[in-house]
């Protein structure tokens, strides 16, 4: 048990309240704070100790995790309006989980050790499945000691945790992570439904190509085609999981970051192009990313 280290968790939503509630189930004491008042009921109910706000949760804590949805959020809550880094002592340890740019977790690391402060970037990748389940992958950026101090947290909420490099490094990881998962969904999603249309049954055509050398983690973990997969928002009306909004913003920093590394990324482009299509209207940007295979499919009834 490590009851005697206290957490403060930051950002409640789709991934950072399962995350939370897996550090509860592990023994840590976590305050948390959200501004969404679903969310901290949620967490209240899930063990976490609830804060009035940030600063309020933020008091005492031997660690603080952030799971927030931008850099802007990021660096706001630091380095902002909010400030937290001028209250915070130098023992503490900030754990961001946010997927941001990779200079904007360089800036935030930065000013944490101006105050003497150990702060890691540590982005996440395995959705809303692994963060129920406690299995998410962490891609950390940082100094090798302050990745051993955070490893006992990341560990409460994951089965793997990288070191990518110094700070930064997570961020870099998770942007080449995401955009091949992107692309490989869009490819899946294609190839699906070149075989529906060819009379194939897409469970059957699913599981030759996933034993194939076409094989991937959307066939794996995550098949777009919907009634193939059970458990995946596929299955859901494409509800819930990983919002087409998010895609966009980190299929864009694939492309800050390619642009700034003189890089070629043209699938990465065309990844992006794609999803910028399919999130055409408010309501397609809060489905989930597979809702790609929506792009393919044929209206019923016509050939």
Known sequence: MKSSNSIAFLGLGNMGGPMAANLVRAGFNVQAFDPVEVALEQARKNGCAIAASAREAVQGADVVVTMLPNGDAVKSLFLGVHGLLEQLPPEVLLIDCSTIAANDARQ???????????????????????????????????????????RPVLEAMGANI???????AGQVAKTCNNMLLAI??????????????????????????????????????????????????ASNGYLGGFAVALMLKDLGLAMDTAAGSASSTPLGALARNLYQLHGGTEAAKRLDFSSIQKMFSRPVGKE
Not at 162 to 168: L, N, T
Request: proline content about 6%; charged content about 15%.
């Open 108 to 150: 935030v690391i930065a000013a944490a050790g101006q105050k003497g402060i150990a702060a890691i970037d540590a982005p996440v990748s395995g959705g809303t499945a692994a963060a129920a389940a406690g299995t998410l992958s962490f891609m950390c950026g940082g100094d090798a000691e302050a990745i051993a101090r955070a």
């Open 162 to 168: 990288f070191h990518a490099g110094p700070a930064g």
């Open 184 to 233: 490989q969904m869009i490819g899946t999603a294609e190839a699906l439904q070149l075989g529906v249309d060819n009379g194939l049954d897409p469970a059957v055509l699913s599981e030759i190509m996933r034993s194939s050398s076409g094989g991937n983690w959307t066939l794996e973990k995550y098949n777009p085609y919907p009634g193939v997969m059970e458990g995946v928002p």
